[in-house]
């Protein structure tokens, strides 16, 4: 296994469209990291560099060492699995995982026991003598997998692998391909736009957004400290509910105020947060996650400065919680919720947009649509961005 490096890797088409700009990262060996974000971001376009099925305009990429710029993709030693399996359909599971052995004229009984290996890792054994028409999608995908580890490459390049299955088995294969990436302790770059497949995966997620890496790090960092709004909007299912607000100070306090609501920055926001200090009197983009927020019966005890009124919208009703979508009915009245910043505006910042906000409550709170309800908010996790930047204000130090 290797190391991969992008050192300012830049993708320019001959029509002058830029697709992937000035990417630098890191990836040690044996590390899983996975590249998320919109349709269009250059994701993908990254991996096929790796893969060299896209040509390098500017930077350098490195794959253990050795410059791979102008290396033609069989000298790589890398391996790929895609989002569409392409598997032999006339060949046995066994024949389509040694084909690629069997061209390199690699011993029978290397090939066989490479094969059977590979085989009894993915739970294939019982398989290899079936046609690909005679298995299921998440069958069909191991055997994918299966053909790449039987090369026991320096590097596995995986292109949405799984977002040909259903729901169910997605959750399944991510699982299975986590186990054994770490199994083969093999370096692998998966690419997928799906951040709930992207955190669950990682041993570090890359964010992308036209073309430009926003943030690197481990999923719990991502989600607890987003470097700016669109890694805020785009990391967390439900999305990080933000809104512009008025930072201002009064007697020692920090008030965030949006509309008719108020929040006070609690002591314990301040101290971990202490470059918003500069920022009383102006406006900010304020951030919550949705889990951050409970209903005003489960907290009797939370002052007047924590609590929003709110009119819900929207009861979605999981079983084990309720996600609750809610107004605080003063979007007349100029109130501007920045929640779905993920537009490009031509590598500016993000412009806020009108949008819902999101609570996260147990399964019994007693709120109904169309009904007026008060919640909670816990100050102690508030975020806060510049509004013009896009960028967090003192992100927690841990």
Do not use: W
């Not at 389509?96 to 009984?109: G, H």
């Not at 199994?183 to 430009?212: K, P, S, W």
């Not at 013009?388 to 003192?394: I, R």
């Amino acid at each position: 296994m290797a190391e991969i490096t992008f050192d300012r890797v830049t993708k320019v088409y001959p029509d002058g469209t830029s697709a992937v700009s000035e990417l630098s990262l890191d990836i040690a060996d044996g590390e899983f990291v996975v590249l998320v974000g919109p349709s269009g971001c250059g994701k993908t376009t990254a991996l096929r560099m790796v893969a060299g099925l896209e040509e390098i305009s500017r930077g350098e990429l490195r794959i253990g060492g050795r410059v791979a710029n102008h290396m033609l993709p069989r000298g790589r030693d890398i391996a790929m699995v895609f989002q569409n399996y392409a598997l032999y359909p006339q060949k046995s599971v066994y024949n389509n995982m040694a084909f690629a052995l069997k061209i390199r004229n690699v011993p029978k009984d290397e090939i066989d026991r490479r094969v059977r290996e590979a085989a009894r890792i993915l739970g294939l054994t019982q398989y290899l003598e079936r046609k690909p028409k005679a298995l299921s999608g998440g069958q069909r995908q191991r055997v994918a997998m299966g053909r790449a580890i039987v090369r026991e490459p320096q590097a596995f390049l995986m292109d949405e692998p799984l977002s040909n299955l259903d729901a169910k088995l997605r959750v399944d294969m991510r699982a299975e391909i986590a186990r054994i990436q770490r199994m083969l302790g093999a370096t692998t770059i998966y690419v997928t736009h799906d951040q709930v497949e992207a955190m669950t995966m990682g041993d570090r997620v890359a964010v992308m957004r036209g073309g430009i890496l926003q943030q690197v790090d481990a999923p719990e960092r991502l989600y607890e400290q987003p470097a700016n709004l669109f890694v805020a909007s785009f990391i967390g299912s439900p999305a990080m509910n933000l809104v512009e607000a008025s930072l201002e100070a009064e007697s020692g306090r920090l008030h965030c105020r949006f509309g008719d609501s108020s929040l006070a920055v609690s002591d314990i926001c301040r101290q971990a947060r202490p470059e918003i200090e500069a920022y009383a009197g102006r406006r900010v983009v304020v951030g919550f996650r949705s889990e951050d927020i409970t209903d005003a019966t489960s907290a009797p005890e939370a002052g007047a400065d924590r609590r929003l009124k709110a009119v819900i919208e929207v009861r979605e009703a999981l079983g084990s919680e309720i996600l609750a979508h809610f107004s605080l009915g003063e979007e007349r009245a100029g109130l501007a919720l920045a929640g779905d910043v993920i537009e490009e505006q031509d590598g500016g910042a993000s412009s806020p947009r009108s949008r819902r906000f999101v609570a996260r409550l147990g399964p019994r709170a007693p709120v109904r649509e169309g009904e007026r309800a008060e919640l909670v908010v816990d100050t102690d996790r508030l975020h806060f961005f510049d509004p013009e930047s896009g960028l967090a204000l003192g992100r927690s130090r841990t």
